[in-house]
T-cell receptor, first 111, second 114 residues
Framework: NAGVTQTPKFRVLKTGQSMTLLCAQD?????MYWYRQDPGMGLRLIHY???????AKGEVPDGYNVSRLKKQNFLLGLESAAPSQTSVYFC??????????FGDGTRLSIL | AQSVAQPEDQVNVAEGNPLTVKCTYS??????LFWYVQYPNRGLQFLLK??????LVKGSYGFEAEFNKSQTSFHLKKPSALVSDSALYFC????????????FGTGTRLKVLA
């Protein structure tokens, strides 16, 4: 029972490069979320999805795009990476108002 | 606007002593409150939640939380701390707008000393 799986676990990018973070869940959850975690700032919501084919902006969406073409997958894209996007990224999923299930994170460094 | 505050960056407690990690909230309507724990290099794990009912909520690993509506608080407690409880703890509130978005506090690092 994998739960929420994030790939990759680590990545180093140069400024201006692009990349996609993948989140996959096997619990048939409707809701999926992308957060970033920075020291002293807790978790901040980047984008979220309430179902297949739908996405919405969270608290800090600038510089990121998302897609949810399949219910089990939620992709986070950085079109042109900036040093300010160095962070730990977490994906979560949930069913309605139930507690969220989190992946183990992607540690992204942008030089 | 809805918000969550965790006023302590770090809490130190001796093993075997009771622990409290504080959380206050501001929401419109009925609060849906959660506590999560994060161990190094891992994602957040759910501990307990308050939706309605008894003000004392029991959760995983012997943790419990006390909901206090008049003080808008939801403090996490454990009667006897273990060294293995050392971790980062997050309080969260679910927005009441029906979108199932969650607002997290900034986290409190708990250090249990042997």
């Amino acid at each position: 029972n994998a739960g929420v799986t994030q790939t990759p676990k680590f990545r180093v990018l140069k400024t201006g490069q692009s990349m996609t973070l993948l989140c996959a869940q096997d619990m048939n959850h409707e809701y999926m979320y992308w957060y970033r975690q920075d020291p002293g700032m807790g978790l901040r919501l980047i984008h979220y999805s309430v179902g297949e084919g739908t996405t919405a902006k969270g608290e800090v969406p600038d510089g990121y795009n998302v897609s949810r073409l399949k219910k089990q997958n939620f992709l986070l894209g950085l079109e042109s990476a900036a040093p300010s996007q160095t962070s730990v990224y977490f994906c979560a999923s949930s069913q309605g108002g139930q507690p969220q299930h989190f992946g183990d994170g992607t540690r992204l460094s942008i030089l | 606007a809805q918000s969550v505050a965790q006023p302590e960056d770090q809490v130190n407690v001796a093993e075997g002593n009771p622990l409290t990690v504080k959380c206050t909230y501001s929401v419109s309507g009925n609060p849906y409150l959660f506590w999560y724990v994060q161990y190094p290099n891992r994602g957040l794990q759910f501990l307990l939640k308050y939706i309605t009912g008894d003000n004392l909520v029991k959760g995983s690993y012997g943790f419990e939380a006390e909901f206090n509506k008049s003080q808008t608080s939801f403090h996490l407690k454990k009667p006897s701390a273990l060294v293995s409880d050392s971790a980062l703890y997050f309080c969260a509130v679910r927005e009441s707008s029906g979108t199932y978005k969650y607002i997290f506090g900034t986290g409190t690092r708990l250090k249990v000393l042997a």
